[in-house]
Nanobody
């Protein structure tokens, strides 16, 4: 029914930046809240950013001030701009249509010198 396709992550130096994208199929993107999660080895999956259908955003303290979630409804795409990256940000990042079982495939982000 719905498919979410994430962009490729990558290797970033500490202090660097990276942007992820997540493109949704279908035509119900604009009325859906979206989220980005991450999961590192040995850790539980963590919600790092949410954006409502109206563009209201929220972040946990771990990424607040460094990460920005945004959406382009015309492109049915949600983005995660990550700045001032730290090694602790290393994880597989997943997008999700909140309240559903629709997830992106996951993309690896590694922050290392």
């Amino acid at each position: 029914q719905v498919q979410l396709v994430e962009s490729v992550g990558g290797l970033v130096q500490p202090g660097g930046s990276l942007i992820l994208s997540c493109a949704a199929s279908g035509n119900r993107f604009s009325d859906s809240a979206m989220g980005w999660y991450r999961q590192a080895p040995g850790k539980q999956r963590e919600l790092v950013a949410v954006i409502s259908s109206g563009g209201i955003t929220n972040y946990p303290d771990s990424v607040k001030g460094r990460f920005t979630i945004s959406r382009d409804n015309a492109k049915r795409t949600v983005y995660l701009q990550m700045n001032s990256l730290k090694p602790e940000d290393t994880a597989v990042y997943y997008c999700q249509i909140l309240g559903t079982s629709y997830w992106g495939q996951g993309t690896q982000v590694t922050v290392s010198s």
